[in-house]
């Protein structure tokens, strides 16, 4: 992502042409057009990008793969859907996960110094989100790259890269679901509050105050989603 000046919305770097695709798409699910049960049509993707359907192809199997795109004979390709129920299981699938890295990055010595400073930053650049863009779209794609950014940065340090991955896709698989309703993904004040919280309890080495900031942030997306899916 460019942050410099008041370019908020993705420049797409030089990756293989499937690479490019997904990264479309998933920012397309990060700025909130993409919602539930929306299409994803071979042919609209590739004129867009201005790609052959092949590549379009690879993402969507990919996308498959991830658990953020479904597809059927009947409806194609489709932005994944899911019942309350459904929801709530991925709910507590991310939250049991990363309490697992949260319990290592607060009992052993991983996070130093540096590592504090820039997760502090990441809380800041959060704090001044709103100033920072025109458009609504610009608002819902920078706070829900901020948030998936100080989350990624914790799952990274954690050297656990199987939960990493799989977290990264529950984050997209949720966030589909939260596009419904943008409401329920909180303002930059409330999110970058809860970051510092789980951050300040991270500095104090103890597993109980981690676990009791992390759910505080993660149940108020559940009781906002939840709420909003009835």
């Not at 293989?16 to 539930?36: F, P, Q, W």
């Not at 929801?87 to 939250?95: A, P, Q, Y």
């Not at 697992?100 to 400073?117: N, V």
């Not at 100080?150 to 529950?170: D, M, P, T, V």
Request: proline share 3%.
């Amino acid at each position: 992502m460019v942050t410099h000046g008041m370019v908020i919305m993705p420049q797409y770097e030089k990756k293989s042409l499937s690479d490019i695709v997904v990264a479309y798409v998933k920012n397309r699910i990060l700025s909130g057009v993409l919602k539930s049960g929306d299409k994803l049509t071979e042919a609209d993707i590739s004129s867009e990008l201005s790609t052959s359907r092949a590549p379009v192809r690879e993402a969507m199997r990919i996308l498959n793969e991830q658990g953020i795109v479904s597809f059927s004979p009947r409806r194609g390709n489709q932005v994944l859907e899911m019942s309350p129920q459904e929801v709530l299981e991925v709910f507590d699938i991310r939250i049991t996960l990363e309490i697992q890295i949260l319990h290592i990055l607060s009992t052993q010595p991983i996070l130093q110094e540096k590592d504090y400073q820039e997760l502090h930053q990441m809380t800041m650049q959060m704090q001044k989100g709103e100033q920072q863009c025109s458009t609504n779209e610009e608002r819902v794609f920078l706070l829900n790259t901020l948030d998936l950014a100080f989350h990624r940065y914790l799952w990274n340090a954690s050297e656990s890269s199987r939960r990493a991955q799989i977290l990264e896709g529950l984050f997209y698989q949720l966030l589909i679901v939260m596009n419904q309703n943008i409401v329920s993904l909180g303002t930059f004040e409330e999110k970058a509050q809860e970051h510092l919280q789980i951050l300040n309890a991270l500095k104090t080495n103890q597993p109980p105050l981690v676990s009791e900031a992390f759910m505080q942030h993660l149940h108020k997306y559940v009781n906002a989603t939840l709420a909003n899916s009835k």
